[in-house]
């Protein structure tokens, strides 16, 4: 299986990465705390748990472990720290201010990866390591400026609408 995907294990993490794509953006997309996004931010969590896993079996760059197995030992850390607590029965605001941080970050984690990844493929563009240097950096430098303007937005969401949104999980 000598093509795009390298061998099985690069065409899970392919699919995978499709998958946690299009389901990571719906879920900052989508009304928080809602039934949908409950869902989806599942599919996403899945989805990355099985790319992060199967990142572990693809070598073709460097032949051996390298700097983007590192990366995904940080998106491991990202994904746990976003997830553990939703997964706690009595959740604080500031359990949900960790989880949609944690959770944005992961997701811009995801679109800088896909974004070098893509990059990288374009012949003439720079050299391998300046185009996923400057993919990070700019996916990076405007995901943040979003986030600053959005998190207010969230923090109010979750800090003094939390009966809102209390209620409205149990109507889930």
Same mark, same amino acid.
Request: with cysteine; glycine share 8%; charged share 15%.
């Given at each position: 299986?000598?093509?795009? %995907?390298?061998?099985?294990?690069?065409?899970?993490?392919?699919?995978?990465?499709?998958?946690?794509?299009?389901?990571?953006?719906?879920?900052?997309?989508?009304?928080?705390?809602?039934?949908?996004?409950?869902?989806?931010?599942?599919?996403?969590?899945?989805?990355?748990?099985?790319?992060?896993?199967?990142?572990?079996?693809?070598?073709?760059?460097?032949?051996?472990?390298?700097?983007?197995?590192?990366?995904?030992?940080?998106?491991?850390?990202?994904?746990?720290?976003?997830?553990?607590?939703?997964?706690?029965?009595?959740?604080?605001?500031?359990?949900?201010?960790?989880?949609?941080?944690?959770?944005?970050?992961? %997701?811009?984690?995801?679109?800088?990866?896909?974004?070098?990844?893509?990059?990288?493929?374009?012949?003439?563009?720079?050299?391998?390591?300046?185009?996923?240097?400057?993919?990070? %950096?700019?996916?990076?430098?405007?995901?943040?400026?979003?986030?600053?303007?959005?998190?207010?937005?969230?923090?109010?969401?979750?800090?003094?609408?939390?009966?809102?949104?209390?209620?409205?999980?149990?109507?889930?």
């Amino acid at each position: 299986m000598n093509t795009l %995907v390298g061998n099985y294990f690069g065409l899970i993490h392919l699919i995978s990465g499709v998958i946690a794509l299009i389901f990571g953006g719906l879920v900052l997309l989508l009304k928080k705390g809602t039934k949908t996004h409950k869902k989806a931010g599942y599919v996403y969590a899945l989805s990355m748990a099985v790319l992060i896993i199967s990142s572990f079996g693809v070598y073709r760059l460097f032949g051996k472990l390298g700097v983007f197995h590192a990366l995904s030992l940080v998106s491991t850390f990202s994904l746990l720290a976003g997830m553990l607590p939703m997964l706690k029965k009595n959740r604080t605001p500031k359990d949900y201010e960790t989880h949609f941080n944690r959770m944005y970050w992961s %997701v811009v984690g995801l679109f800088a990866a896909f974004a070098a990844e893509s990059f990288v493929r374009i012949p003439k563009f720079g050299t391998f390591w300046e185009i996923v240097a400057w993919s990070f %950096v700019i996916i990076f430098i405007a995901c943040f400026i979003i986030f600053i303007k959005i998190r207010p937005v969230w923090s109010k969401e979750f800090g003094t609408n939390r009966p809102a949104l209390v209620q409205e999980e149990k109507n889930c």
